[in-house]
């Protein structure tokens, strides 16, 4: 039994079945554990992002009945370089702040108390359209950080799925900790509880863009999905790459795999994204003093390069509970 942290979530559903088709003879063996030849050498460049909304808004235009809503937001990216025989680093690490409002009205705060926010529009009418805009601009950020650390003999490893990502400048691949779906059938699921550390399934298609496979990390036992991690890599590369990339992947990545004393999510949750995220979370600060500045920023707002009316502020816990 693989036991994971209530507060990330539940576990797998088998019944919840992949909808994108899953193609399994694409590499063209046998299903059957794999073990890599150890790898070359090269840097690891492991990549991640955060975000956090500050505060709800509902802003009042003159003139206008409707309420207009919108959101104050961080979002954050950072990267984490590992090379044989030298300490890891940070590289990178950025945090960004913003005004998002629904449609193409721009509101605009003034700086406050050391926080200033960029205004940003087009987040969707829809239940969920300002959190999946918030979402997008943190990928957007972590493309253009793994764009730019990308190089030939490097190993890029984004934390997650590759859903914003289909054709990889340099070596990519997503590691995705969490299993919620079932994408294999039965026959070929039997490959991934048969692994051993260090040891991977063959390649399998999802869907028109994406390569995958299972792998296995040590910390959490040898046995049925735990310590199982997916990884991922755009289609486009091709299979020969795909096949590169993941052997590297399963070579490299058992010796960063997380402990499970630090961090609930070992050993998925790999040790430099760990430190990483908690960096981030620095970075960005205390919530409640963003959202104090933004209550005391939202007195002179602007929308539209004229003054606002009204801007009412909430609490995002406030709302939640």
Known sequence: IHVSDASYGPGMDPSEMEAA???????????????????????LVFIDGAQQVEAWL????????????????????????????RPAVVEGLS?????????????????????????????AREATGIARRVGQFRQEMELALAERLAHPD???????????????????????????????????????????????????????????????LPGAGCAGWAGILRGEVARSAGVAEARRLADRATAELPRFAGRPHR???APQNLSPIAGLEAQMRRR??????????????????????????????????????
Not at 21 to 35: C, H, K, M, Q, S
Not at 104 to 109: G, T
Not at 291 to 305: E, F, G, K, Y
């Open 21 to 43: 088709p899953v193609d399994t003879a694409v590499e063209g063996i046998d299903w059957r554990p794999l073990t890599p030849d150890a790898p070359s050498g090269g840097e």
């Open 58 to 85: 509902t802003i009042t235009a003159d003139g206008d009945p409707e309420p207009l809503p919108g959101a104050a937001f961080a979002v954050a990216a950072g990267a984490v370089i590992a090379g044989a025989g």
């Open 95 to 123: 945090v960004r702040r913003s005004i998002l409002t629904v449609g193409e009205r721009l509101v605009e705060l003034p700086p406050t108390g050391g926080f200033s926010w960029e205004p940003r529009t087009g987040a």
């Open 154 to 216: 490097r190993l890029i490893v984004l934390d997650g799925r590759l859903s914003f990502l289909r054709d990889a400048a340099g070596p990519v691949v997503g590691a995705i900790k969490s299993h919620h779906r079932m994408y294999l059938p039965f026959e070929e699921a039997r490959t991934v509880i048969a692994l051993g550390v260090g040891q991977r399934t063959p390649l399998f298609a999802i869907g028109e863009d994406r390569l995958s496979w299972y792998q296995r």
């Open 263 to 265: 961090d609930p999510r």
């Open 284 to 321: 960005m600060g205390d919530r409640r003093l963003a959202l104090r500045a933004v209550r005391r920023a939202s007195l002179a707002a602007r929308i539209d390069a004229a003054p606002a009316s009204l801007v009412t502020v909430a609490d995002v816990d406030a709302v939640a509970a």
